[in-house]
T-cell receptor
Framework: ETGVTQSPTHLIKTRGQQVTLRCSSQ?????VSWYQQALGQGPQFIFQ???????GRGNFPPRFSGLQFPNYSSELNVNALELDDSALYLC????????????????FGPGTRLTVL | QKEVEQDPGPLSVPEGAIVSLNCTYS??????FMWYRQYSRKGPELLMY????GNKEDGRFTAQVDKSSKYISLFIRDSQPSDSATYLC????????????FGAGTRLFVKA
């Protein structure tokens, strides 16, 4: 069983630039959620993707956008980077069964540390 | 007021001690409660997962949920230096969207 992987590990950008982060979900999982974790804080929910569509969003502006691909991998895009976007970005995968039941356990990747200068 | 409150610590205990970690929450709609362990510069690792009220035990770890008091706990027995990490409580309503709310995390140090 393959766990959740994320790339890149670290990234340094300057204010105003755009960034794309990538996530491969755990084998057998079909749902991906993205979180932002600032230093010393708990993760904050950005959004979730299921069946290639956004399926729930936290309190983040539209410059945070995402994609999910047919193989359930996902991208997080952030436009017009701001200094406050510096954080650890976490991807979590889970299983939403087609029977309507769902498994609430989310498994996290190691994260991408983004620094905005 | 935050939806989930968690004392950030740090909490320092000697090896072998029983550790008690706690969170309170304000939203009575939360149904699913999780505890994650996060080592420095790593992603959170799911430790315990509980639905509604009650206790759940797994090895040295026991999770308790008291929905009437909106209070959840994680107990670690026979704590080890390798348990030194940040412990995050998390919860959600269990409906579509999986909008999981995390506490700020408690930093735990277990001294050998």
């Amino acid at each position: 069983e393959t766990g959740v992987t994320q790339s890149p590990t670290h990234l340094i950008k300057t204010r105003g630039q755009q960034v794309t982060l990538r996530c491969s979900s755990q084998s057998g999982h079909n749902t991906v959620s993205w979180y932002q974790q600032a230093l010393g804080q708990g993760p904050q929910f950005i959004f979730q993707y299921y069946r290639e569509e956004e399926n729930g969003r936290g309190n983040f502006p539209p410059r945070f956008s995402g994609l999910q691909f047919p193989n359930y991998s996902s991208e997080l895009n952030v436009n017009a980077l701001e200094l406050d976007d510096s954080a650890l970005y976490l991807c979590a995968s889970s299983l939403w069964a087609t029977s309507g039941s769902f498994h609430n356990e989310q498994f996290f990747g190691p994260g991408t540390r983004l620094t905005v200068l | 007021q935050k939806e989930v409150e968690q004392d950030p610590g740090p909490l320092s205990v000697p090896e072998g001690a029983i550790v008690s970690l706690n969170c309170t929450y304000s939203n009575s709609a939360f149904q699913y409660f999780m505890w994650y362990r996060q080592y420095s510069r790593k992603g959170p690792e799911l430790l315990m997962y509980t639905y509604s009220s009650g206790n759940k035990e797994d090895g040295r770890f026991t999770a308790q949920v008291d929905k009437s008091s909106k209070y959840i706990s994680l107990f670690i027995r026979d704590s080890q230096p390798s348990d030194s990490a940040t412990y995050l409580c998390a919860m959600n309503k269990g409906t579509g969207g999986f909008k999981t709310i995390f506490g700020a995390g408690t930093r735990l140090f277990v001294k050998a």
